[in-house]
């Protein structure tokens, strides 16, 4: 049971926009950063967003992040083929004194 | 260009102890605010965040494996190992060495982990 609630599963035909919660507690989202991650098929999770709303260099500006009190929520905007990935969010969580994840959620492109 | 490799055994017995080491470049652990971690993803499951030492040795531990865990650095060879004692086949996940960013130097803790390692699959069984 991960301490980030996300829903399992999302999908979206492509070309249209998706979104993925994460919803957590005043000791983690509520008043820390969060960040996103991508995890394509077979390889090593890929920051996507951090401090909320920025993106690395590199990651296009489809991908975008908010935070609304004690939940997080990525955004995909004209979505592709290559998107079909878990994707993770993550925070500090002050309770435990340690990062927590989400459970993770599976984009499928229909 | 930061890079970091996970290297150590893919199988190890019940009740052993495994020792993974994480040999990374492109950074310092003695600059101020530089933070690794191991985080671990067991088959088809999700991420699940291990441990963090800071460049000034502070350590940060799971509170749900604090106990079997220890962390430790060498700066002049740039790696950091993470021991973990008396491992079970719930253990069998892949580990990842991962660099820390953000954060604010002994006032707020890193904010996300922005470089991975490839990760190392580790399996538990007899």
Redo the contacts between chains.
């Keep these: 049971q991960?301490v980030l609630t996300q829903p399992p599963s999302v999908s979206a035909a492509p070309g249209q926009k998706v979104t993925i919660s994460c919803s957590g507690s005043s000791s983690n989202i509520g008043n820390?950063?969060v960040?996103w991650?991508q995890q394509l098929p077979g390889t090593?999770?890929?920051?996507l967003i951090?401090?909320i709303i920025k993106r690395?260099s590199g990651i296009p500006d489809r991908f975008s992040g908010s935070k609304s009190g004690t939940s997080a929520t990525l955004g995909i905007t004209g979505v592709q083929t290559g998107d079909e990935a878990d994707y993770?969010c993550?925070t500090?969580d002050s309770s435990?004194?340690?990062?927590?994840?989400?459970?993770?959620t599976k984009l499928t492109v229909l | 260009q930061i890079t970091l490799k996970e290297s150590g055994p893919t199988l190890v017995k019940p009740t052993q102890t495994l020792t993974l080491t994480c040999t990374f470049s492109g950074f310092s652990l003695s600059t101020t605010g530089a933070g690794v971690?191991w985080?671990r993803q067991p088959p088809g499951k999700?991420?699940?965040?291990l441990t963090?030492i800071y460049w000034n040795d502070d350590k940060?531990?799971?509170?749900s494996l604090k106990t079997r865990l220890t962390i430790t650095k060498d700066t002049s060879k740039n790696q950091v190992v993470l021991r973990m004692t008396n491992m079970d086949p719930v253990d069998t996940a892949t580990y990842?060495c991962v660099h820390g960013?953000?954060g604010l130097a002994m006032v707020r803790?890193i904010?996300?982990?922005?470089?991975?390692?490839?990760?190392t699959q580790v399996t538990v069984s007899s």
């Design positions: 991960s820390n950063y960040s991650y090593a999770p890929k920051l951090y401090d690395p993770y993550a500090w435990l004194s340690g990062w927590v994840f989400g459970g993770g | 971690a985080i999700a991420l699940e965040w963090l940060r531990y799971s509170r990842y960013g953000g803790e904010d996300y982990f922005d470089y991975w390692g490839q990760g």
